[in-house]
């Protein structure tokens, strides 16, 4: 130990003692050059990698996730409101509803499993994700004995009917919801984990280090060797722009594809999504009202705060989506005056049933009229979900483009730089033997 001790004053008195001389000082100049080569090339590999990774973890688990999420709570939404108006039809309910109601659970629980797999197995979207996986299966048997009893004119079967819708509004959608915003939140966290901040930083400066060290050099050779230009140097002084150019090109594309889809994409879609789960609660509102025989009960009540949501300015429905897209404005300009369109037949379904023309009301509100009004909502909802869905995940996608390059060629180039420098100054250093 004492002898390592006393070894490492000499060594650093050799080291500094180099600068005291020319050929000492041209090995000081290798050595940092080459350091500072070696660093960037590291950088350049290690950014580019995590840059790499959270891409395409953004692409493949977090905005997956964000769909099968929004997929599950769309499914459970449309489920409740299929339920209450196959239950209005009264003794054998339509094939169609039956179907989309089948359906809705069984992308509801494909979506879960699905989503099972992309969650970690401890916090709050696992816990959703297994309430979700036992509630379904209880919902659907309240909603089974529900149709038993409507189909025997038993009126105990609203009762069941009510219960279930109690269920999947009370417990199933608010998890599915916690689950969509769990997903929302990683997708936030991923936009960080992609753009790799942190890396990308210390690869700049590690470049522009380099490029300011090389022109020192050449500064300094110029003046003691009365040359102007030493062309390994020269060469790996536009190496290294070259490669600083790159890297500022890749990283200034991948953080504009990530904006977009930030702004653009996951935050539309988020609005957009909320957008039908509430024309969807609208809808089924206004069914079980008619089915619990309720008049301006709770779910009327509700049926008015969550109409009142989506037409007021600036809501889920009614915002500045042309901005985005033309065409994805015209879309939503048109579920929006659809829905206006649903809100009013609504008005006159309640006018028949506060006057006791019961099954007016009902023969109104599942009537091809006001159902293909409704549907026409939905298709336009759909429409730009998809919409936006798509443009997602092409930003994500155009996001990671560069990135494998700059993996593999980042270090090449920073590799090519370190050997010219170490060439330029070598030639120098041997006309001193």
């Excluded at 995590?50 to 099968?68: F, H, I, K, W």
């Excluded at 339920?83 to 069984?106: I, V, W």
């Excluded at 009510?162 to 936009?191: C, H, I, K, M, W």
């Excluded at 210390?202 to 280090?209: E, I, K």
Aim: proline share 3%; net charge neutral.
């Amino acid at each position: 130990m004492s002898t390592a001790l006393a070894a490492r004053p000499g060594v650093l008195r050799r080291v500094g003692g180099l600068r005291h001389h020319s050929p000492g000082r041209l090995q000081l100049l290798v050595a940092l050059l080459v350091a500072l080569g070696l660093l960037s090339g590291l950088l350049a590999g290690v950014a580019g990698s995590s840059a790499r990774a959270g891409t395409n973890d953004l692409a493949d688990r977090a905005q997956p996730l964000l769909v099968e999420a929004e997929t599950i709570y769309a499914a459970l939404a449309d489920a409740d409101t299929t339920a209450a108006q196959a239950f209005l039809a009264g003794g054998l309910e339509p094939s169609a509803l039956t179907r989309r109601y089948d359906d809705d659970l069984a992308r509801a629980t494909t979506a879960l499993t699905s989503a099972a797999r992309r969650t970690p197995e401890d916090g709050r979207a696992a816990t959703a994700v297994r309430t979700l996986s036992a509630g379904v299966a209880d919902y659907a048997a309240l909603v089974a004995t529900a149709r038993a009893n409507n189909r025997q004119g038993l009126p105990i079967g609203s009762s069941y009917l009510s219960e279930a819708s109690r269920l999947n509004r009370d417990t199933l959608q608010p998890q599915a919801r916690e689950l969509f915003q769990g997903a929302q939140q990683e997708v936030q966290d991923g936009y960080g984990r992609a753009g790799a901040w942190g890396w990308m930083t210390l690869l700049v400066l590690s470049l522009v280090a380099l490029i300011v060290a090389l022109a020192l050099t050449q500064r300094y050779l110029s003046r003691n060797t009365r040359r102007t230009f030493n062309v390994p140097l020269v060469g790996a002084t536009a190496v290294t722009v070259v490669l600083t150019i790159g890297v500022l090109s890749i990283l200034i594309a991948q953080q504009t594809r990530l904006d977009r889809a930030a702004n653009q994409g996951s935050g539309p879609v988020a609005s957009i999504a909320e957008s039908r789960l509430l024309a969807l609660q609208a809808r089924g509102d206004e069914a079980l009202t008619l089915a619990a025989r309720a008049g301006s009960g709770p779910y009327e009540k509700d049926f008015e705060a969550v109409a009142e949501r989506l037409r007021q300015s600036g809501g889920p429905m009614v915002n500045s989506y042309g901005l985005l897209d033309p065409s994805l404005g015209r879309t939503m300009d048109r579920a929006a005056e659809g829905f206006d369109k649903y809100v009013t037949a609504h008005s006159d379904v309640r006018a028949l049933d506060d006057s006791g023309n019961y099954d007016d009301a009902v023969k109104l509100a599942i009537g091809k009229e006001t159902t293909d009004t409704f549907e026409g909502v939905r298709l336009e909802l759909d429409r730009a979900l998809e919409n936006r869905k798509e443009f997602f995940t092409r930003e994500i996608s155009a996001a990671g483009d560069g990135l494998g390059l700059l993996t593999v060629g980042g270090p090449l180039l920073a590799l090519a730089a370190c050997v010219l420098a170490f060439i330029g100054l070598r030639t120098r250093l041997e006309e001193y033997r």
